[in-house]
């Protein structure tokens, strides 16, 4: 039991003792984490993690951070705080597994305007689910109040992953090839980028987010935004691990396909992307409607359905396809890697 309590510190808005609290209630949630490996608990000084490194000749770490931006107003107007920690984590672990590097741990940062142990739970609860699904875990992480610089409803959230891989195994733009095939893995909708514009165009405000919608599928507009972003480690790995020569992968996060795609692409290499071959989300073409967006720019901003895209050996296709298939993606064929410098070129 922790004894630890300052009046003083109360009187200027920060109530340690709701700290500890909230750290009791994600004990829980953390432990569903537990990998081979995790050498402490969480509320030391520091998360201890003990990699197994065995069969790696050289083995390199490989750490991405990211948070969840303005999508978190979403999770304060529906006051549903559980989901938007998976998208913490997969912002950062869909990074690192395009360099090919096995999500190891995360660490997350949460400020809040007041602590409220049962809110900051919930929100650890959706990171903890969202390193389950990563397969890595949850060794640590950091809560602050911050009274007077936050209004007592706000909080963000934002936190850091590291990997390994042997770097041998490196996916590297080096390796892409003209004539690849670029295959897409399907989106859960908009995931965790874009939303500040998201938030104009539905004046988010003082939109109705409850009420089901004949053009969302019957689904409210709110459950549709707050849709978690899917995390393709593990669909990833399953390639790996399955013998393909995966030559590159690209999270299509900010900045969409024209500034995502050409990361993984060497000099002198452009992708050819057929739109029509992308399977359509409703929310992209309410969003484009409602917001007057020009095409080019909803495709400059948002993922349009495809999370991440992976560049293949053509006579790999349909290995890796039917490889992803067996670990639940709808993976479609999208593209093909062509001549040119860096472009993104979207064809019909």
């Given at each position: 039991m922790n004894?630890?309590?300052?009046?003083?510190?109360?009187?200027?808005?920060?109530?340690?003792?709701?700290?500890?609290?909230?750290?009791?209630?994600?004990?829980?949630?953390?432990?569903?984490?537990?990998?081979p490996g995790v050498v402490s608990g969480i509320g030391?000084?520091?998360?201890?993690?003990?990699?197994?490194?065995s069969g790696m000749e050289e083995p390199v770490l490989v750490?991405?951070?990211?948070?969840?931006?303005?999508?978190?107003?979403?999770?304060?107007?529906?006051?549903?705080?559980?989901?938007?920690g998976i998208d913490c984590v997969a912002m950062c672990v869909n990074d690192v597994i395009c360099c090919g590097a096995r999500p190891l741990f995360f660490l997350d940062y949460i400020a809040i305007g007041k602590n409220e142990p049962e809110k900051v739970a919930s929100i650890v609860s959706g990171v903890a689910e969202g390193c389950v699904q990563a397969g890595c875990a949850l060794?640590?992480?950091?809560?602050?109040?911050h009274p007077g610089l936050m209004a007592t409803e706000d909080y963000d959230l934002a936190g850091f992953t590291v990997g390994v891989v042997d770097q041998a195994k490196i996916i590297d733009s080096a390796k892409v090839r003209e004539g690849?095939?670029?295959?897409?893995?399907?989106?859960?909708?908009?995931h965790s980028n874009g939303f500040s514009l998201v938030?104009?165009?539905?004046?988010?405000?003082?939109?109705?987010?409850?009420?089901?919608?004949?053009?969302?599928g019957g689904k409210s507009l709110g459950e549709?935004?707050?849709?978690?972003?899917?995390?393709?480690?593990?669909?990833?790995?399953?390639?790996?691990?399955?013998?393909v020569d995966l030559r590159g992968a690209s999270h299509i996060t900010g900045g969409g396909f024209f500034e995502n795609i050409p990361r993984m692409l060497p000099e002198g290499l452009s992708a050819k992307i057929f739109r029509s071959a992308i399977p359509k989300q409703p929310i992209f073409s309410l969003l484009q409607e409602r917001g007057g967006i020009p095409e080019r720019?909803?495709?400059n901003t948002f993922n349009m359905g495809l999370g991440m895209v992976l560049a293949v050996p053509a006579e790999e296709e349909q290995k890796a396809l039917d490889l992803l298939t067996a670990a639940g993606e709808e993976a479609v064929c999208v593209g093909q890697v062509v001549r040119g410098n860096f472009q993104v070129m979207l064809e019909r």
């Open positions: 004894h630890s309590h300052s009046d003083a510190y109360a009187a200027a808005g920060v109530d340690i003792e709701a700290g500890y609290k909230g750290v009791q209630l994600m004990k829980e949630h953390v432990a569903r984490t537990m990998i030391g000084f520091g998360g201890l993690f003990a990699p197994n490194l750490s991405g951070t990211d948070g969840v931006g303005t999508k978190i107003r979403l999770a304060q107007l529906l006051d549903r705080h559980d989901t938007i060794i640590g992480g950091e809560t602050a109040e690849d095939v670029l295959i897409g893995l399907t989106s859960t909708g908009i938030r104009k165009v539905f004046d988010i405000e003082h939109a109705d987010l409850n009420t089901p919608m004949d053009e969302l549709v935004l707050l849709t978690p972003t899917k995390i393709y480690v593990k669909s990833v790995l399953a390639l790996l691990d399955g013998g720019d909803m495709y």
